[in-house]
């Protein structure tokens, strides 16, 4: 029989209190930003899921076509007990690594790791049906949260997708792969998806759709801000703006204000003030190159043994060891 549990690394208060202290030092910085993982309650995560389906979002599909050319073979150098997936989602292409695990006759427990409840409660639903003797830990945190590896059985192979790296600025994105480093155990891996540089029109429409998901997802987290502190944002007041720094090979999201205005924000004890034309920075999706990130794995500690790509470049899987 399979277990199903969900647990909360992160208690309501604490979540409320993080997203008040973010929301109170990013809005009163020059420039002005928020960090990216508060697009995700339930109406961000299913607009995020919306834009793994568009068009000109290819991530998610290359990703998937990596999946299912490799996973067989993940499973076969990994041997792992136990598949972490961390910023999980849907986790509708860890069925691929799932089933191929399960096919090599390993897996014994899935643990996704997501900021999303709700999110982890449909996913989790989904797969214990689909796998009755599969053990379900969900765990509700975000993914600085410290795993608890040494209570699963090893070894583990821990799965970060989607690109999802690339929202951390590079002085994090340092500090963070040397602690997952630092969790993980002899026999243990890490697989991850790195989008890669490309043509500027591509990574702009991705960021940028023609149907405006982005957009909504974008402006989406205002409507966190005014639910959750009270705050007057009124998201027709700002336009989408999405670019590509060429410096620092990252996408940028914005909101850019349409006119000068003040937005309340009574839990914070606070007003605003946007000029017209000035931008809010609400995410940063870096791109990578192989040389760079194999060297920011090595230093982190890691050895890297695999890199895949999609056929046509795109995107990249790769499983280091520590
Ligand atoms: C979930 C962080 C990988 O950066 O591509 C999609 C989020 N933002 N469209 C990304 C996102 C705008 C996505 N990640």
Do not use: C
Not at 94 to 114: C, E, K, M, N, S
Not at 142 to 161: I, M, N, R, V, W
């Amino acid at each position: 029989m399979s277990t199903y549990t969900i647990t909360r690394r992160l208690p309501d208060d604490a979540q409320a209190a993080a997203l008040r202290d973010d929301a109170l030092n990013g809005l009163t910085s020059t420039p002005k930003w928020l960090p990216p993982k508060w697009f995700y309650d339930a109406q961000g995560s299913e607009l995020f899921e919306e834009i793994t389906r568009l068009p000109e979002y290819y991530p998610t599909r290359a990703e998937r076509e990596i999946l299912d050319a490799r996973a067989k073979e993940i499973a076969d150098q990994t041997r792992a007990h136990t598949l972490i997936e961390l910023g999980s989602g849907s986790s509708e292409k860890t069925r691929l690594l799932i089933d191929a695990l399960r096919a090599t006759g390993t897996l014994r427990q899935y643990t996704p790791v997501d900021v999303s409840e709700s999110a982890l409660r449909q996913a989790g639903e989904a797969l214990v049906a689909t796998y009755p003797e599969l053990d379900v830990h969900a765990l509700v945190a975000d993914f600085s949260t410290p795993l608890g590896l040494a209570e699963t059985p090893g070894p583990a192979l821990l799965a970060f997708l989607g690109g999802t790296l690339g929202n951390l600025l590079p002085a994090e994105r340092a500090g963070f792969l040397a602690s997952l480093r630092g969790q993980l155990r002899p026999g243990d891996a890490l697989l991850l998806g790195t989008d890669l540089v490309k043509d500027e029109p591509t990574l702009v429409a991705a960021y940028d759709d023609g149907a405006g998901v982005t957009a909504a997802f974008n402006k989406n987290v205002l409507s966190v801000l005014n639910r959750e502190l009270g705050a007057d944002f009124d998201p027709d007041a700002f336009d989408h703006v999405a670019l590509w720094d060429p410096v620092h090979d990252w996408i940028e999201m914005r909101l850019r204000a349409r006119h000068s205005h003040t937005v309340k924000i009574p839990a914070l004890d606070l007003a605003v003030s946007f000029d017209s034309g000035e931008d809010l920075r609400t995410e940063v999706s870096a791109k990578f190159r192989r040389p760079t990130i194999t060297e920011e794995l090595t230093r982190a500690g890691f050895t890297l043994r695999h890199w895949w790509t999609d056929t046509a470049g795109r995107y990249a899987l790769s499983l280091s060891t520590p």
